[in-house]
Structure formats: C-alpha cells, structure tokens
C-alpha cells in the first residue's frame, strides 16, 4: 500500500495550501493517520495527526491554531488545511499512518511546500 500526497506548491507568506493524502488501496485500513515535515538539513519533525475513533487531533506547537487536520475515516483520507504559511513552514511534508493509536508504520512520498517571503 502506497501514500499519495498532493497539494502541495508555492505560496506567499501568510497563504494557505491544502495537502491531500490517500492510500492506494481501498481495503486500506489504519488506526489513525499524520503528517511530517522535513525542511532543507533538518530532520524530520511530526506536524499533526488524527486518531479515526476517537476522532481527537494532535498538533506540533509551531502550527498550532494555523494548521488543521482533517479526514475521512470510511476510506482513511486526511487533509492538512495550512492557513498563514511562514517561511519557516516550508518543507517537504510527508502524508504517514499508524496501525496503532501512537506508532507510523506507512509513510508517502513527500509533497513540497515551499513559502516564499
């Protein structure tokens, strides 16, 4: 099963972005799922995630009250909605999902956002 993220692309400061991420199988089926990002020499850092059942959202500091995860449990879709994009927001984001309610067993491929100031 393959992650496909998309959305992703160049944008001005204090813009918004709207990444996308589904899995390539339907029967594909996942506790809950997140995003990452990794910018130029740094590691890669969690961003936000959502937990299916209960449904709670969990969110890094630096975009807290910016950023929102959403999704559809039914087909385990997610979206990260990226309101007021800084300079240091740029980064390759990475669509991931979890078997279980704290761990990331799949990862996508990455989609870039770079925020132009």
């Known amino acids: 099963v393959q992650l496909q993220a998309s959305g992703g692309g160049l944008v001005q400061t204090g813009g918004s972005l709207r990444l996308s991420c589904a899995p390539s199988a339907r029967s594909f089926s996942s506790y809950g799922m997140g995003w990452f990002r990794q910018a130029p020499g740094k590691e890669r850092a969690f961003v936000a995630r959502i937990n299916w059942h209960s449904g709670l959202t969990y969110y890094a500091d630096s975009v807290k009250g910016r950023f929102t995860i959403t999704g559809h449990a039914n087909n385990h879709t997610v979206y990260l909605q990226m309101n007021d994009l800084q300079p240091g927001d740029t980064a390759t984001y990475y669509c991931?999902?979890?078997?279980?309610?704290?761990?990331?067993?799949?990862w996508g491929q990455g989609t870039l956002v770079t925020v132009s100031s």
């Open positions: 991931t999902a979890g078997l279980t309610g704290t761990g990331y067993d799949y």
